[in-house]
């Protein structure tokens, strides 16, 4: 970038400083909302509570299928965008 590209674009630096805050912001909510660890620990622990009788069988059923189908959303978005 040139000295005059420099000078004549100067008063956008902020709208691009936002733009760059602003897909930070997105990329670290990506990254939180498709993270698998919570959905696996949640599978862990309803399997837990099935055996200690907590909830019966549908209950689980259904929470499981659940969790299973966020799972392959989640693994589809990693497969689509590559793992960060």
Known sequence: MGLLTQIV??????????AWVMDR?????ENEYYDPEP???ELAE???RLRAGE???ETFD???DELLDKLEEIRAFWDERGRP
């Open 62 to 64: 259904r929470r499981e």
């Open 55 to 57: 909830i019966d069988e």
């Open 39 to 41: 959905v696996q620990r």
């Open 25 to 29: 912001v997105l990329e670290a909510a």
């Open 46 to 48: 309803l399997e837990a």
């Open 9 to 18: 674009t100067l008063p956008l630096a902020p709208v691009r400083g936002v």
